[in-house]
């Protein structure tokens, strides 16, 4: 996605102009293994124009894969960032509708070309909140996924301004069913599979380590083909 960033921490409405970059979790995923010389390919659609070819590019110059990319459509999803300051929090506004990755069809990729046994697969909560297409193509690499032994992790990733609670865990619980490697951070538990593991309070940190592991003990309960789950610093095996 495109990103727009607001200037030395003013508001949207505030600002004259923005900050560009891009970015994603899929695509910071990517780009952090290709940085520690991993193989690593990023499957997306971008639109044949220079947003783009720029946002393409960004990928590339990293060492990413792009090989697999679909390209078509009229524009690249954008979300606009104001990083809080004092009191005020940070926000976020997105806007992915219409874009070429949101209408992209599940018969665009062709995994049977871009997976082989042994590989893993990446994905975040993110990516299924798009659109209902989107959600369908996610679905569709997850079973392939299955079908061809090639292990999925899954990063919960809940974006309360992206879809509710009561969206993301009808469409995760079903998800969480082609998962090996499940990662949670603070409200994913309970805002994308219902499970109870943090009471929001922040200022205790550590001091909920307890229900952390009980929250990730019980996703291996609900989803016994999860042989991981990472939140934070804890890891079950």
């Not at 720029?54 to 792009?66: D, K, R």
């Not at 070309?113 to 209902?132: C, H, M, R």
């Not at 990730?216 to 804890?234: C, G, Y």
Request: aromatic share 10%.
């Amino acid at each position: 996605m495109l990103r727009l960033k607001t200037p030395e921490n003013l508001r949207i409405m505030q600002s004259d102009g923005f900050e560009l970059s891009y970015g994603g979790a899929e695509a910071n995923v990517a780009v952090s293994l290709a940085m520690y010389e991993d193989k690593c390919a990023f499957v997306s659609k971008v639109p044949n124009n220079p947003v783009g070819m720029s946002a393409l590019s960004e990928v590339c110059h990293y060492g990413v894969n792009t090989d697999y990319l679909v390209r078509g459509g009229d524009r690249l999803g954008i979300y606009f960032f104001e990083k809080g300051s004092d009191i005020r929090s940070t926000n976020v506004v997105y806007d992915p509708a219409f874009s070429a990755f949101s209408l992209s069809q599940p018969s665009e990729y062709h995994w049977e070309n871009i997976l082989e046994p042994g590989d893993v697969f990446y994905f975040s909560g993110v990516t299924p909140a798009v659109s209902k297409y989107v959600e369908d193509t996610v679905r569709s690499a997850l079973k392939y996924c299955k079908e061809n032994d090639i292990q999925v992790i899954c990063d919960l990733n809940y974006r309360g301004k992206m879809w509710s609670k009561e969206q993301a865990q009808v469409v995760m619980r079903d998800l969480m069913q082609y998962v090996d490697v499940c990662i949670a951070n603070d409200e994913d538990f309970e805002a994308t599979l219902g499970i109870q593991a943090f009471d929001g309070d922040l200022s205790t940190g550590i001091d909920q380590i307890d229900t952390y592991k009980e929250g990730m003990l019980e996703i291996t309960r609900q989803f016994p083909n999860v042989k991981s789950v990472s939140v934070l610093k804890i890891c079950i095996l």
